[in-house]
T-cell receptor, first 110, second 114 residues
Framework: EDQVTQSPEALRLQEGESSSLNCSYT??????LFWYRQDPGKGPEFLFT???AGEEKEKERLKATLTKKESFLHITAPKPEDSATYLC???????????FGSGTQLTVLP | KAGVTQTPRYLIKTRGQQVTLSCSPI?????VSWYQQTPGQGLQFLFE???????NKGNFPGRFSGRQFSNSRSEMNVSTLELGDSALYLC?????????????FGEGSWLTVV
């Protein structure tokens, strides 16, 4: 059974304080690992897709990396507007669906 | 380029009623999938359609159904509503031709069952 575990569940940072979010996964035949950002009351906003171990992608203050067992979302010098829930999901080859983790709720204090 | 559009955004229904939610995918996207999001269970997969055919279905009772039209637009229906069906229902679309295509979500339909 495909499983995704995100940690920590919640993270509070001061503005400018860099940190990382973790996404551990077990999946049969990974075809893609997705990161989304979700603001309260809104749908998930696509951030990155990673396809193979060693791959890295960056967007503004965010950088996502992938190994064979986990992915990290690094946030460099975060700002209050980065506050949101960050969701990780895997797309296995065997099923045409995303399996999501429970998310990390990030709060960045000014 | 317009994103995934879901209607209605908010609705309140009474137990026992049925509800139909609509989704218009991004232009050119042929795969549409539906997810239920609740505080307790997180995001859970309902079903996925590609070219009017359901290719995969999640572990939900038969009260949950869906369909896709020839223009890729999709609807999902929940019959005999229960209080536990209160949730954010999210539609997502992708090109769908192969694995790994970027999957984009709409803003969701908030369903409250009273």
């Amino acid at each position: 059974e495909d499983q995704v575990t995100q940690s920590p569940e919640a993270l509070r940072l001061q503005e400018g304080e860099s940190s990382s979010l973790n996404c551990s996964y077990t999946v049969s035949g990974l075809r893609g690992l997705f990161w989304y950002r979700q603001d309260p009351g809104k749908g998930p906003e696509f951030l990155f897709t990673l396809y193979s171990a060693g791959e890295e992608k960056e967007k503004e203050r965010l950088k996502a990396t992938l190994t064979k067992k986990e992915s990290f979302l690094h946030i460099t010098a975060p700002k209050p507007e980065d506050s949101a829930t960050y969701l990780c999901a895997v797309y296995p080859g065997s099923a045409r669906q995303l399996t999501f983790g429970s998310g990390t709720q990030l709060t960045v204090l000014p | 380029k317009a994103g995934v559009t879901q209607t209605p955004r908010y609705l309140i229904k009474t137990r026992g009623q049925q509800v139909t939610l609509s989704c218009s995918p991004i232009s050119g996207h042929r795969s549409v999938s539906w997810y239920q999001q609740t505080p307790g269970q997180g995001l859970q997969f309902l079903f996925e359609y590609f070219s009017e055919t359901q290719r995969n279905k999640g572990n939900f009772p038969g009260r949950f159904s869906g369909r896709q039209f020839s223009n890729s637009r999709s609807e999902m229906n929940v019959s005999t509503l229960e209080l536990g069906d209160s949730a954010l229902y999210l539609c997502a679309s992708s090109l769908g031709g192969g694995s790994g295509n970027t999957i984009y979500f709409g803003e969701g339909s908030w369903l409250t069952v009273v």
